[in-house]
């Protein structure tokens, strides 16, 4: 039999009680965590998310301008820069989970400082270079180098479940502000200062991310029942049998499949872009920065306005067969591209498609788990994605050397193909 308390006026609420009825990220229950901006309301925490997002996408499309023309410099050649890449890769997929996990059980607070301590170490040792060996010794720090993956964590905390695509979706708008404008602003440090002076540019404003985070970011964002369950849990960050749990949990193996089936050929794309804009298209670095700042405000809108739209009128299943579809013509179509102004033509679908595609799939493995595991469901996610980097370099160094850029195209149009027939079978039932 249950016995129930009776409390004087005078008896305090427990601490238990506290959490429970104070409004969640303000300790000490005093006001509103909103802020309004034109007439709509945003979480403060929320805000500064987005604000630190721009801050690293900004500082890390710097170092993505700069760092070919660095290497290029030190004489570095196609595959070395392509080993160079995967050594990127496999740093960040062995980073991936652990850095979710450590989020989960560390809270937001301290896995952003983390994520904008690697990006400012990586940078700055970038900065530093002077020689092959410690281009690839930039490389290492970045294992945490995870500040989107923790903004998602923490928007997918605060945020409703069924607003999640359209969120993370607003967030990778505030990315690809910061990826129009690092790639302006670092190719003309690199025309007119230096690839270090970019690199070094890129660290300091990491540093200021840092001071952000730990002025306005809370230290935990999930909300009490999603902690309680997870301090029930073990609290490891090196838990590898829950990884794997989480990996086996229901329809999450299916949709990380299709995550590596439609990201292999663009993973291979990027990883060789930037010899293909100074070898096959001949551009300058500040030419290159234009053509990225058009994929990235093409990015933005797509997510800033496009996800909010499509997510309100379609489901998520029919989302993710048609924008697999738009990719299986848009990567044939870039087989025959002979000039840039071509190229930047069929960027607009491939953009449209990858976009819808990657925010629709990771909102929906999100959801496949508790919320006390969108931290490590999202590591997962983002592991996948530096496990295609990690082959995609290799494989885009010889395709280019021996089969040439069409070939890119085709081997997207294929395995586009494959991923969009079984998505059709797969979702043939109206949802």
Known sequence: MQKRSVKSGDDKPTAEETMKTEPLLSPDGA???????????VHKVVLVVHINIFLYATCFWIQTGTLPYLSKRLGVDPVVFGYLQTTFAVVQLAGGPLYGRFGDLFGGRAAMTLAFSASALTYFLLGLSYNIPLLFVSRLPSMFMHAMQGGQMIVTDLGEVHKRADALGKLGMSYGVGMVIGPLVGGLITKHVSEEFAAFLASAGSLLSIVLVLAFVPKHTKKPEAKVAEEASSSSVFNFKKIINLVLAPGVLFLLL????SGIPIGIFQSMFQVVAIDTFHLAADQNGFVM?????TTMIVQG??????????????????????LVWSYLLMAFCTNIWQLCAVFLPLVIGLTTKNVVLSAAVTKTVSD?????????????HSLVRTVSPTIGGYMLEHLGFPS???????????????LFIKFRQPS
Do not use: H, P
Request: aromatic letters at 12%; hydrophobic letters at 50%.
């Open 408 to 422: 890119f195209g085709y081997l997207g149009f294929v395995l586009c193909s494959i991923v969009t027939v079984v």
């Open 31 to 41: 006001g509103d965590q909103t802020v309004k901006i034109f007439n709509f309301k």
């Open 305 to 326: 306005i496009g996800i909010g739209i499509l997510t309100k009128r379609f489901s998520e299943n029919s989302i993710l067969k048609w924008s697999a579809f738009i």
């Open 293 to 297: 700042s058009y994929i990235g405000i």
């Open 258 to 261: 299709i995550k590596i089936g």
């Open 372 to 384: 006390a595991d969108t931290g490590a469901m999202l590591g997962l996610n983002m592991a996948v």
